[in-house]
């Protein structure tokens, strides 16, 4: 089952979408990773979804991806007397840690750490932004913390609205104790990529990796200011990169997004990193069975931009048209892939490959592939590293991955343009270049007598090894 683009489409599950058969559906129309939202999600839910999502892997014989999102500290006010209050603007309103009902003069805030961090002057939005606060001063009155701030844009406060702060720097862990609990659910299913949500620095991710320790890639959700200004070290720390643009977009002015998303974007690509771009991207789809232009030209900016891969969220966990969701996003990526700018595009933001063999090994397959109009490079990978370089490069040529590893294979599933077939490790050359050829053949990546691009790394099964290319024809003949 191969697809005809390489841009990769992940569908997160949900209520319109958890049985086997509405999954093999979302999987034939287009899915390569299925996301789980642990915010939404049980541990017997994400049980099943799991067994659910191997069961049609078995059934069509192709890796899937799988993507655990743990839902991160989620800040909320606490409850209102009357379930709701208006706060107006220029009036004061203190955020407080006292655990009585709030009114239009103040209401809890159930997080000290929270309210002790806040400074004169940091922002303060709840409700996604539709209310904003200045803060004043913080003070302690026996023992309790007291925020005095003002109101910028005023409105109405219901119970548990969710508050964002910009301007602050969170004194706490990008876990919590609920997400550690889901993480250690997680992990021993076989998942593939654990997404870690209101990412600040580089520690954050390697709070996770000591949970996962390699059992699983981790992806950091990039929706903080202070996640901005450390992007590089996060990109390192990370295995993969979210532009999780619903809380971005609330936490920095809208239209910083567009250019943030861009930044991201080439930062992953140029470290080799897959990138995800999130949120809203078809969001009328929930409840209409056809895009607006502006959502199409969102999804096409995404594939031209060379993102790995683009995202559902609600459209396909709660929309009325799940399918048609991912029919239409795969529609848009095969038409922009076949763009005649597409390739200049592409070929315009390549970066120098880093001075290592194994990046100069992919950046050279990808230059002969293209130069002797190859149709495919085949890598022999076995932790995915190998694909991942490739990908990097972005070449107009297919990549066909051979990895004796499912689960590198699952991984690669999120790859630009890889596409990942489970196969035994090559037992010397002559067996590299034999059963290269001959899966190529096989999965119509060629054609009998074509040249294909064949690397590896020599000794076989060594991750991190790359240091081989072949040009051989399907006739098994190397030249």
Known sequence: MR?????????????????????????????DVFRINMSHSTHEVLRERVQTIRAVEEKFARPIGILVDLQGPKLRVGTFADTAAVLK???EFILDGHDRPGNATRVQLPHPEILEALVPGDAILIDDGKVRLETISVIREQGIIIARTRVIIGGTVSNRKGVSLPDTTIPVSAMTDKDRADLEAAVPLGVDWIA???????????????????????MAKIEKPQAVARLD??????DGLMVARGDLGVEMPLEKVPGIQKRITRAA???????VVATQMLESMITAPVPTRAEVSDVATAVFEGADAVMLSAESAAGQYPVEAVTTMNRIAEEVEGDIN???IIHGQRTDPEPTTADAIAASARSMSETLQLPAIVAWTSSGSTGLRIARERPLTSVLALTPNVETARRLALAWGVHAIIAADARDVDDMVRRACEISVAEDFAKPDQRIAIVAGIPFGKPGATNTIRIARASNTAI
Do not use: C, H, W
């Open 233 to 238: 070290e996060i990109i390192a720390a990370s």
């Open 3 to 31: 697809r005809a683009r390489r841009t990769k489409i992940v569908a997160t599950l949900g209520p319109a979408s958890n049985d086997e058969e509405m999954i093999s559906r979302l999987f034939l129309a287009g899915v």
């Open 89 to 91: 603007k220029g009036d």
């Open 269 to 275: 690509r140029a470290l080799g990193k897959p990138v």
């Open 196 to 218: 870690l949500s209101f990412v600040q620095r580089p520690e954050d991710i390697a709070e996770v990796r000591k949970v996962t320790q390699g059992r699983a890639l981790v």
């Open 342 to 344: 597409y390739g200049l």
